[in-house]
């Protein structure tokens, strides 16, 4: 299923292709450190560099080995002359197999991270365009206070750019390589082997080794991917929230001539965001499994080598699709700010509970009977669906403290935007500082301040 909806440049990441063509990247750079040092000729790497593998032959090959690197190396082999016979010279197969993994993965991470780029321009440039758009607040699921749909997408913003953080630490702990030899000693080639081919292919030797990395940077780099894909699910979660018929304040797209249901014709489904939420579930699940893989038999066994097949492209793979689908809803996404106003008002005005509250103490009332007053009122308004407001102004308790034009001033949405401006300068999200990135044209074309 991931191979149908995965993008082209990801799975060329983790394709057997460029697996092994990584493989063999290694194998010359490794060959370019030793004639460096003297051990093999310099006039042997020219034709070294020419080398090939013969992706057939090694299948052929891997039938009778049952060992896909011998396989690897016969293969190359065939393609070189008595030169061949400096291929793998001193290495054990996971100097080899864990440094092209390491470079599969920085690879991986790079589109991921643009990946996620794009998805904070999109947010950015929604939040700007509702960033005074009022929107019902929900605590347990409950009307709250009244917030700005901006300032919902800019948490959200903030969210992935600490996810986009998260990625590039990550990708620093994969950033290494491993060419020092079986269990870790450098007994057939030395440090200086090391050093000097890991830094043709871009990576830091890792400090101290075994005879493979050590799998919590492989286990860093998945839960990362874990905690990046569960953002996604919040964000799929709550548009699946606010699409439900009775709120109906936003909806993924919907194209003309999908179908939602084979029985219902009306249906609307979030089927976009509810195919995130599954996804997360299982690259979570991968993540389980990176983390079992830390405790190998002493210097390694190869118990993590089965599950890695499967969860370190899987999980790159499903992220990317995943971001990329949230991103297309996100710059699709329908929203219905008077909507938004309706459910507002259903409480009929309940939602300014606190500032009548703190208007009766800023008077002089104990917090306590302040309290009582206005949720004696708000249980009135919640049974009998009377005007909150109506309530206060019939209640001579109240209206001894606050009179009835002091009140009716206290009702003012306006009040909860206040400080959107404040909030958006702190995350650098002003019209001027995302215009140009974003294509916006003048201030004028975003949403209007008023309610």
Not at 288 to 316: F, K, Q, V, Y
Request: charged residues 25%; proline residues 4%.
């Amino acid at each position: 299923m991931i191979e149908r909806y995965s993008r082209p440049q990801m799975k060329r990441v983790w394709s057997d292709e460029n697996k092994f063509a990584k493989w063999l990247e290694v194998e010359i750079a490794v060959c370019e450190a030793w004639s460096e040092l003297g051990v093999i000729p310099r006039e042997a790497v020219p034709k070294i560099k020419l080398a090939r593998v013969n992706l057939k032959l090694m299948e052929n090959i891997l039938k009778e080995t049952h060992h896909d690197m011998t396989a690897f190396v016969s293969s190359v082999s065939e393609s070189l002359g008595d030169e061949s016979r400096f291929i793998h010279l001193g290495l054990t197969s996971s100097d080899v197999i864990d440094t092209a993994l390491s470079l599969q993965l920085v690879e991986a991470a790079e589109l991921l991270s643009q990946d996620i780029k794009e998805l904070i321009s999109v947010l950015a440039k929604k939040a700007i365009k509702y960033k005074y758009t009022a929107m019902m607040g929900r605590t347990h699921g409950i009307h709250a206070e009244p917030i700005s749909l901006g300032l919902k997408l800019a948490v959200w913003i903030e969210e992935m750019k600490r996810n986009k953080l998260r990625l590039s630490e990550a990708r620093k702990a994969i950033t290494v390589g491993k060419i020092s030899g079986a269990v870790g000693t450098y007994a057939t080639l030395s440090p200086e082997v090391e050093d000097k081919a890991c830094a043709r292919l871009g990576l830091a030797p890792a400090p101290v080794s075994s005879q493979v990395l050590q799998r919590d940077r492989h286990a860093q780099f998945i839960t990362t991917l874990a905690i990046i894909s569960s953002s996604l699910e919040k964000f799929a979660t709550e548009i699946r929230g606010l699409q439900r018929t009775e709120t109906r304040e936003a909806e993924e797209p919907f194209a003309a001539g999908q179908t939602g249901s084979s029985a219902m014709p009306h249906k609307r489904n979030p089927e976009l965001c509810e195919r995130i939420c599954g996804l997360s579930r299982l690259v979570r699940g991968y993540a389980l499994t990176s983390m079992e893989n830390i405790a190998l038999w002493h210097e390694r066994d190869i118990s993590h080598s089965s599950t890695e097949r499967i969860i370190l492209p899987d999980s790159c793979l499903l992220l990317d699709y995943s971001l990329a689908l949230f991103t297309s809803i996100m710059r699709g996404l329908q929203i219905y700010p008077q909507r938004m106003k309706q459910n507002i008002e259903i409480t009929k005005g309940l939602v300014f509970s606190q500032r009548v509250m703190l208007a009766l103490i800023d008077k002089g009332l104990s917090r306590q009977t302040a309290y009582e007053l206005v949720q004696r009122n708000a249980m009135k308004s919640w049974k009998g669906h009377k005007k909150f407001v109506n309530l206060l102004k019939a209640d001579p308790e109240v209206t001894a403290t606050l009179p009835q034009a002091e009140l009716e001033t206290l009702f003012d949405y306006q009040y909860y935007l206040r400080y959107i401006d404040d909030i958006f300068a702190r995350l650098g999200l002003t019209e001027v500082q995302w215009k140009e990135e974003l294509g916006l044209a003048e201030p004028s074309e975003l949403a209007p301040r008023a309610i």
